[in-house]
């Protein structure tokens, strides 16, 4: 949905509201309160939204897998398998009938050595995404990452890929702290900024990442170019969709 400043705007809005869930209403209500907030900080997930990195992480697992006699995945399989952190990647990986927390730790071992060499093998940044953050940089942005993949890989691939000084915040998952959808990362970048939560924005992929905004109270945006469709971001929440990494600047304040 798109709202206009017109008095015919606001009615074509609320004559769609019927249709939706009532959790989407209320999100959407809210962002019509907030639209004179300006917009301080721009939060995005890692994988899938800033980076393509589904080889790697789907060749580091079957690599995992194969080491303990156990079948392997084609690509397209591990678009589901990620976005709870690597634990439940590895699981998920699992046949089901081996999906102990034994048998998860056992291969994330040979997961978690594999991945830290190659883990920039075949992964990139989406197209676009580069400019954009320069763009919202230039707007003089804060900007932040908040992953679920494990702290270490976040803090070394932000920097190979972007550079120094591009982003302020970057969190990945940390022992002791909850994983999205949980919203404590959030609430953790928030701080630090010194922000409202009327004054973020958050972008991601998938509904794990919708959970998260929802349950942190900011303005969600969904992009479809990574690992998740339009109709699990708006299920879960998504308030705009956005298909390509300049849109997103329509819903900067």
Same mark, same amino acid.
């Given at each position: 949905l798109h709202y206009k400043n017109n008095q015919f705007g606001i009615y074509t809005?609320?004559?769609?509201?019927?249709?939706?869930?009532?959790?989407?209403? !209320?999100?959407?209500?809210?962002?019509?309160?907030?639209?004179?907030?300006?917009?301080?900080?721009?939060?995005?997930?890692?994988?899938?939204?800033?980076?393509?990195?589904?080889?790697?992480? /789907?060749?580091?697992?079957?690599?995992?897998?194969r080491r303990h006699g156990y079948p392997t995945h084609e690509l397209p399989a591990f678009r589901y398998f990620v976005g709870n952190g690597i634990d439940k990647l590895l699981e998920r990986a699992l046949p089901e009938a081996e999906r102990s927390h034994e048998n998860m730790?056992?291969?994330?071992?040979?997961?978690?050595?594999?991945? /830290?060499?190659?883990?920039?093998?075949?992964?990139?940044?989406?197209?676009?995404? !580069?400019?954009?953050?320069?763009?919202?940089k230039r707007r003089h942005l804060l900007l932040a990452v908040a992953s679920n993949k494990y702290h270490a890989a976040t803090k070394e691939l932000i920097p190979e890929y972007f550079g120094e000084g591009l982003f302020d915040f970057v969190y990945g998952q940390r022992e002791g702290i909850p994983v999205k959808p949980d919203p404590t990362i959030v609430f953790d970048i928030m701080k630090e900024a010194g922000v409202t939560k009327e004054e973020v924005l958050y972008v991601g992929d998938s509904g794990v990442d919708m959970q998260t905004a929802v349950n942190s109270g900011v303005t969600s945006i969904g992009v479809t170019w990574g690992f998740r469709d339009r109709e699990e971001l708006l =299920?879960?929440? =998504?308030?705009?969709? /956005? /298909?390509?990494? !300049?849109?997103?600047?329509?819903?900067?304040?």
């Open positions: 809005l609320f004559e769609t509201l019927s249709d939706l869930p009532f959790p989407r209403i !209320c999100i959407l209500l809210s962002s019509l309160k907030n639209r004179g907030t300006m917009t301080k900080l721009v939060i995005f997930d890692l994988d899938g939204t800033l980076l393509n990195s589904l080889q790697d992480l /789907a060749t580091s697992t079957n690599y995992a897998l730790l056992k291969i994330r071992k040979d997961f978690m050595a594999y991945y /830290a060499e190659h883990k920039a093998d075949f992964t990139a940044p989406y197209d676009g995404i !580069c400019e954009l953050l320069k763009t919202l =299920a879960n929440g =998504a308030q705009y969709i /956005a /298909a390509e990494p !300049c849109e997103i600047m329509r819903w900067v304040r």
